[in-house]
Protein backbone atom coordinates (compact mmCIF):
# COMPACT_ATOMS: atom_id res chain seq x y z
CA UNK A 1 0.00 0.00 0.00
CA UNK A 2 1.60 3.33 -0.69
CA UNK A 3 0.51 6.25 1.45
CA UNK A 4 0.43 9.77 0.81
CA UNK A 5 1.02 12.28 4.08
CA UNK A 6 -0.12 15.76 3.76
CA UNK A 7 1.74 18.03 6.67
CA UNK A 8 4.16 16.75 8.83
CA UNK A 9 3.94 18.81 11.71
CA UNK A 10 3.64 17.70 15.04
CA UNK A 11 1.56 15.05 14.51
CA UNK A 12 2.27 14.22 10.86
CA UNK A 13 5.34 13.31 11.41
CA UNK A 14 4.40 11.56 14.74
CA UNK A 15 2.50 9.07 12.71
CA UNK A 16 4.67 9.10 10.21
CA UNK A 17 7.64 7.72 12.78
CA UNK A 18 5.22 5.88 14.70
CA UNK A 19 4.57 3.33 11.52
CA UNK A 20 7.95 3.44 10.24
CA UNK A 21 9.49 2.26 13.97
CA UNK A 22 6.30 -0.37 14.51
CA UNK A 23 7.02 -2.33 11.11
CA UNK A 24 3.52 -0.53 10.14
CA UNK A 25 5.02 0.14 6.75
CA UNK A 26 8.44 0.76 5.25
CA UNK A 27 9.75 4.28 4.34
CA UNK A 28 9.77 3.26 0.80
CA UNK A 29 5.67 2.95 0.99
CA UNK A 30 5.41 7.09 1.69
CA UNK A 31 5.08 10.16 0.48
CA UNK A 32 5.23 13.14 2.04
CA UNK A 33 4.81 16.92 1.42
CA UNK A 34 4.45 20.37 3.64
CA UNK A 35 3.99 23.68 3.39
CA UNK A 36 7.21 23.95 4.77
CA UNK A 37 9.15 21.47 2.87
CA UNK A 38 12.53 21.45 5.09
CA UNK A 39 10.58 19.35 7.92
CA UNK A 40 9.95 16.90 5.17
CA UNK A 41 13.12 16.88 4.20
CA UNK A 42 14.87 16.47 7.71
CA UNK A 43 12.76 13.56 8.55
CA UNK A 44 13.45 11.89 5.06
CA UNK A 45 17.05 11.93 5.92
CA UNK A 46 16.32 9.97 9.26
CA UNK A 47 14.24 7.47 7.40
CA UNK A 48 15.70 7.01 3.96
CA UNK A 49 13.68 6.09 1.00
CA UNK A 50 10.74 8.17 1.69
CA UNK A 51 9.88 9.97 -0.49
CA UNK A 52 9.33 14.20 -0.22
CA UNK A 53 7.63 15.73 -2.90
CA UNK A 54 7.37 19.80 -3.27
CA UNK A 55 3.48 19.61 -4.27
CA UNK A 56 0.04 17.97 -3.02
CA UNK A 57 -1.07 16.86 -5.17
CA UNK A 58 2.09 14.65 -6.01
CA UNK A 59 1.48 13.37 -2.35
CA UNK A 60 -2.01 12.34 -3.10
CA UNK A 61 -1.25 11.23 -6.83
CA UNK A 62 -1.39 7.34 -7.09
CA UNK A 63 -1.56 6.62 -3.29
CA UNK A 64 -3.92 3.96 -1.68
CA UNK A 65 -4.02 6.25 1.28
CA UNK A 66 -3.59 9.71 2.00
CA UNK A 67 -3.25 11.73 5.75
CA UNK A 68 -4.29 14.97 5.64
CA UNK A 69 -2.46 16.13 8.79
CA UNK A 70 -2.91 19.93 8.54
CA UNK A 71 -4.95 22.96 10.27
CA UNK A 72 -8.58 23.38 9.84
CA UNK A 73 -8.23 26.45 7.65
CA UNK A 74 -5.54 25.11 5.68
CA UNK A 75 -8.48 22.03 4.43
CA UNK A 76 -10.13 24.12 1.58
CA UNK A 77 -6.61 24.99 0.02
CA UNK A 78 -5.55 21.37 0.23
CA UNK A 79 -8.29 20.04 -1.06
CA UNK A 80 -8.39 22.10 -4.53
CA UNK A 81 -4.58 21.16 -4.52
CA UNK A 82 -5.46 17.34 -4.56
CA UNK A 83 -9.15 16.68 -5.57
CA UNK A 84 -7.94 16.14 -9.22
CA UNK A 85 -5.38 13.82 -8.29
CA UNK A 86 -7.15 11.14 -6.55
CA UNK A 87 -9.62 8.42 -7.32
CA UNK A 88 -12.66 6.77 -6.69
CA UNK A 89 -11.05 4.26 -4.63
CA UNK A 90 -8.56 6.22 -3.03
CA UNK A 91 -9.10 6.68 1.19
CA UNK A 92 -8.41 10.15 2.11
CA UNK A 93 -8.04 10.63 6.34
CA UNK A 94 -8.41 13.76 7.68
CA UNK A 95 -6.69 14.10 11.56
CA UNK A 96 -9.00 17.59 12.37
CA UNK A 97 -11.76 16.97 13.77
CA UNK A 98 -13.47 20.22 13.04
CA UNK A 99 -13.76 19.74 9.53
CA UNK A 100 -16.80 17.37 9.12
CA UNK A 101 -17.24 14.25 6.96
CA UNK A 102 -20.17 15.97 5.14
CA UNK A 103 -17.71 19.08 3.88
CA UNK A 104 -14.84 16.43 2.92
CA UNK A 105 -17.35 14.18 0.65
CA UNK A 106 -18.91 16.92 -0.70
CA UNK A 107 -15.24 18.12 -2.08
CA UNK A 108 -13.42 14.62 -2.46
CA UNK A 109 -14.78 12.21 -5.04
CA UNK A 110 -13.23 9.20 -2.80
CA UNK A 111 -13.40 7.98 0.29
CA UNK A 112 -13.21 9.87 3.29
CA UNK A 113 -12.86 9.44 6.93
CA UNK A 114 -11.30 11.06 10.12
CA UNK A 115 -9.07 9.63 12.62
CA UNK A 116 -8.10 11.19 15.56
CA UNK A 117 -4.72 9.82 16.64
CA UNK A 118 -2.93 10.58 20.12
CA UNK A 119 0.37 11.65 21.34
CA UNK A 120 0.57 7.70 22.96
CA UNK A 121 0.64 6.21 19.46
CA UNK A 122 4.38 7.26 19.61
CA UNK A 123 4.66 4.72 22.01
CA UNK A 124 2.31 2.35 20.13
CA UNK A 125 -0.01 2.79 22.76
CA UNK A 126 -3.50 4.38 23.48
CA UNK A 127 -6.52 4.63 21.19
CA UNK A 128 -7.22 5.84 17.33
CA UNK A 129 -10.54 7.43 17.05
CA UNK A 130 -11.91 6.15 13.39
CA UNK A 131 -15.51 8.15 11.92
CA UNK A 132 -15.83 7.07 8.47
CA UNK A 133 -17.85 8.58 5.90
CA UNK A 134 -20.51 6.58 3.49
CA UNK A 135 -18.18 5.56 0.82
CA UNK A 136 -16.13 3.68 3.05
CA UNK A 137 -16.87 0.24 2.83
CA UNK A 138 -15.78 -2.53 5.51
CA UNK A 139 -12.78 -3.62 3.21
CA UNK A 140 -11.60 -0.26 3.17
CA UNK A 141 -12.31 -0.07 7.12
CA UNK A 142 -10.41 -3.15 7.53
CA UNK A 143 -7.02 -2.08 6.04
CA UNK A 144 -7.20 1.16 8.00
CA UNK A 145 -7.73 -0.14 11.47
CA UNK A 146 -4.94 -2.69 10.20
CA UNK A 147 -2.34 0.07 10.11
CA UNK A 148 -3.19 1.54 12.84
CA UNK A 149 -3.78 -1.65 14.91
CA UNK A 150 0.40 -1.32 14.92
CA UNK A 151 0.85 1.91 17.49
CA UNK A 152 -2.72 1.67 18.71
CA UNK A 153 -6.46 0.23 19.40
CA UNK A 154 -9.02 1.56 16.81
CA UNK A 155 -12.13 2.64 17.92
CA UNK A 156 -14.88 3.43 15.86
CA UNK A 157 -16.98 6.49 17.26
CA UNK A 158 -19.66 8.57 16.45
CA UNK A 159 -19.08 11.76 14.74
CA UNK A 160 -21.17 14.01 17.28
CA UNK A 161 -18.68 12.71 19.79
CA UNK A 162 -15.97 13.55 18.37
CA UNK A 163 -15.14 16.69 20.67
CA UNK A 164 -15.26 14.58 23.78
CA UNK A 165 -13.96 11.78 23.17
CA UNK A 166 -10.47 13.90 21.41
CA UNK A 167 -10.68 15.59 24.77
CA UNK A 168 -10.25 12.03 26.57
CA UNK A 169 -7.99 10.50 24.39
CA UNK A 170 -6.16 12.90 22.54
CA UNK A 171 -6.10 15.81 24.48
CA UNK A 172 -5.87 13.43 27.86
CA UNK A 173 -2.28 13.37 28.16
CA UNK A 174 -1.58 16.80 28.03
CA UNK A 175 -4.08 17.16 30.69
CA UNK A 176 -2.55 15.22 32.97
CA UNK A 177 0.69 15.74 32.05
CA UNK A 178 -0.21 19.03 33.60
CA UNK A 179 -1.69 17.78 36.74
CA UNK A 180 1.39 15.53 37.36
CA UNK A 181 3.80 18.64 36.63
CA UNK A 182 1.69 20.58 38.88
CA UNK A 183 1.69 17.70 41.84
CA UNK A 184 5.56 17.40 41.04
CA UNK A 185 6.25 21.25 41.54
CA UNK A 186 4.06 21.40 44.68
CA UNK A 187 6.12 18.03 46.33
CA UNK A 188 9.36 20.24 45.79
CA UNK A 189 8.21 23.34 47.27
CA UNK A 190 6.79 22.30 49.90
CA UNK A 191 9.57 19.83 51.02
CA UNK A 192 12.91 19.91 48.70
CA UNK A 193 12.47 16.59 46.85
CA UNK A 194 15.11 16.67 44.06
CA UNK A 195 12.79 17.99 41.34
CA UNK A 196 14.29 15.05 38.96
CA UNK A 197 13.31 12.09 41.33
CA UNK A 198 9.85 13.29 41.88
CA UNK A 199 9.04 13.67 38.45
CA UNK A 200 10.69 10.19 37.71
CA UNK A 201 8.71 9.01 40.91
CA UNK A 202 5.38 10.29 39.10
CA UNK A 203 6.07 9.13 35.90
CA UNK A 204 6.43 5.47 37.51
CA UNK A 205 3.24 6.21 38.95
CA UNK A 206 1.22 7.29 36.52
CA UNK A 207 2.53 4.32 33.97
CA UNK A 208 1.22 1.88 36.81
CA UNK A 209 -1.71 3.45 37.66
CA UNK A 210 -2.53 2.92 33.85
CA UNK A 211 -1.92 -0.58 33.35
CA UNK A 212 -3.84 -1.18 36.77
CA UNK A 213 -6.81 0.60 34.70
CA UNK A 214 -6.31 -2.02 31.54
CA UNK A 215 -4.67 -5.01 32.29
CA UNK A 216 -5.14 -5.16 36.21
CA UNK A 217 -8.81 -4.61 35.45
CA UNK A 218 -9.24 -2.14 38.25
CA UNK A 219 -11.92 1.33 37.82
CA UNK A 220 -10.86 4.18 39.22
CA UNK A 221 -13.66 3.93 42.01
CA UNK A 222 -12.48 0.41 42.93
CA UNK A 223 -8.59 2.00 42.34
CA UNK A 224 -8.87 4.43 45.19
CA UNK A 225 -10.74 2.19 47.38
CA UNK A 226 -7.78 -0.23 47.46
CA UNK A 227 -5.36 2.46 48.38
CA UNK A 228 -7.55 4.84 50.66
CA UNK A 229 -8.40 3.43 54.27
CA UNK A 230 -11.41 4.93 55.93
CA UNK A 231 -10.01 7.86 57.69
CA UNK A 232 -6.18 7.16 56.79
CA UNK A 233 -4.12 10.21 54.77
CA UNK A 234 -5.14 9.13 51.13
CA UNK A 235 -9.04 9.29 52.28
CA UNK A 236 -8.24 12.93 53.61
CA UNK A 237 -6.20 13.85 50.38
CA UNK A 238 -9.13 12.47 48.13
CA UNK A 239 -11.51 14.57 50.20
CA UNK A 240 -9.54 17.60 49.61
CA UNK A 241 -9.73 16.59 46.00
CA UNK A 242 -12.82 16.27 45.29
CA UNK A 243 -13.41 19.46 47.34
CA UNK A 244 -11.04 21.43 44.79
CA UNK A 245 -11.86 19.82 41.62
CA UNK A 246 -15.85 19.72 42.18
CA UNK A 247 -16.85 21.37 38.52
CA UNK A 248 -12.98 21.70 36.98
CA UNK A 249 -13.15 19.02 34.46
CA UNK A 250 -16.93 20.34 33.45
CA UNK A 251 -15.68 23.42 33.12
CA UNK A 252 -12.75 22.20 30.86
CA UNK A 253 -15.43 20.43 28.62
CA UNK A 254 -17.23 23.33 28.28
CA UNK A 255 -14.33 24.91 27.30
CA UNK A 256 -12.67 22.55 24.41
CA UNK A 257 -16.21 22.45 23.29
CA UNK A 258 -16.60 25.88 22.58
CA UNK A 259 -13.48 26.34 21.18
CA UNK A 260 -14.38 23.20 18.58
CA UNK A 261 -17.73 24.55 17.67
CA UNK A 262 -15.82 27.99 16.89
CA UNK A 263 -13.36 26.01 14.57
CA UNK A 264 -16.32 24.23 12.98
CA UNK A 265 -17.89 27.47 11.71
CA UNK A 266 -14.59 29.27 11.02
CA UNK A 267 -14.31 25.96 8.28
CA UNK A 268 -17.69 25.86 7.05
CA UNK A 269 -16.92 29.87 6.16
CA UNK A 270 -13.45 29.02 4.37
CA UNK A 271 -15.45 26.39 2.60
CA UNK A 272 -17.88 29.19 1.44
CA UNK A 273 -15.70 31.72 0.55
CA UNK A 274 -12.99 29.75 -1.57
Not at 8 to 34: K, V, Y
Request: aromatic fraction near 6%; glycine fraction near 8%; charged fraction near 20%.
Amino acid sequence: MKVGFIGTGSMGSLLIESFIRSGAMNPGQITASSRTLSKTERLAASYPGLCVVPSNAEAARGSDLVFLCIKPLDFKHVIDDIKASVQPETMIVSITSPVLLAQLEEWLPCKVAKVIPSITNYVCSGASLCIYGSRFGPEDRDRLEGLLSHISEPLCIEEKYTRVVSDISSCGPAFFACLLQRFVEAAVQETGIDPDDATALASQMLLGTGKLLTEGGLSPELLQSRVSVPGGITAEAIRLLNHELDGTFNRLIRTTHAKFYEDVEKVGVSFLIH
